[in-house]
C-alpha cells in the first residue's frame, strides 16, 4: 500500500471515529504555503482547494495563530465564518482546523468538518486535538518508510 493511500485510510478512520462528516489535510509546502494533500471525499477537497486558493479560511487562521480554530458555520459572516471560501466548499458547514505541529514546527493543518452548523466543546476540540498528535505520528512513520524505501542497503 502506498503513502497516499495509507493517508487516505487514517484520515477516513479518524472521521468515523471523531464521529464528522470528513477530514482533510493540509501540509506546507517549500515556500511555507499550506497545500491540500488529502481528504476522505469531495467536500474535503473542495474545502482544501477553496482555503489554497483564496489565502482564507479556518486552516489559514489555524496556521497562523498556531491553534484550534472552531467555526460553528462557515457560511457565516466574517469573523465567524469564512462565506468567500464557503461559497467554494459546498456542502461543508462546520470545521474544526487543528494545527499539526512537529518538533515546535508547524507543519500542517488537519481539518475536520461537518454538512450542518456544530458546536465545537471544549472535550470535542481536545479530541481533534489528540488525533492531530496521532496525525503527526503517521506522517512521520509515512516520511520514515519512504526514506527507508528511497535508500535501501544502508544501515
Known amino acids: 500500500m502506498d503513502a497516499s493511500s495509507v ?5 477516513t478512520g479518524m472521521a468515523e471515529l471523531f464521529g464528522v462528516d ?13 497545500r491540500a494533500v488529502g481528504a476522505t471525499d469531495d467536500a474535503g477537497v473542495m474545502l482544501e482547494s477553496a482555503q489554497e486558493r483564496a489565502g ?5 487562521e489555524s496556521a497562523a495563530r498556531g491553534g484550534l480554530v472552531a467555526i460553528r ?3 457565516a459572516s466574517s469573523p465567524t465564518g469564512f462565506p468567500d471560501v464557503a461559497a467554494h466548499a459546498l456542502p461543508v458547514r462546520a ?5 499539526l505541529i512537529e518538533d515546535s514546527e508547524l507543519i500542517g493543518v ?4 461537518t454538512r450542518a452548523g456544530r458546536d465545537w466543546d471544549s472535550a470535542t476540540r481536545q479530541t481533534g486535538s ?14 520514515e518508510s519512504r526514506t ?7 544501515c
Request: glycine share 8%; proline share 5%; net charge negative.
Open 22 to 34: 470528513g477530514a482533510a489535510l493540509m501540509l506546507l509546502d517549500g515556500h511555507d504555503r499550506l
Open 56 to 60: 482564507d479560511g479556518p486552516a489559514m
Open 110 to 113: 488537519l481539518d475536520f468538518y
Open 130 to 143: 489528540r488525533l492531530g498528535e496521532l496525525l503527526v505520528i503517521v506522517l512521520q512513520v509515512l516520511a
Open 95 to 99: 470545521v474544526l482546523s487543528i494545527p
Open 7 to 11: 493517508l487516505e485510510n487514517v484520515l
Open 148 to 154: 527507508d524505501i528511497a535508500s535501501p542497503g544502508q
Open 73 to 75: 458555520d462557515l457560511h
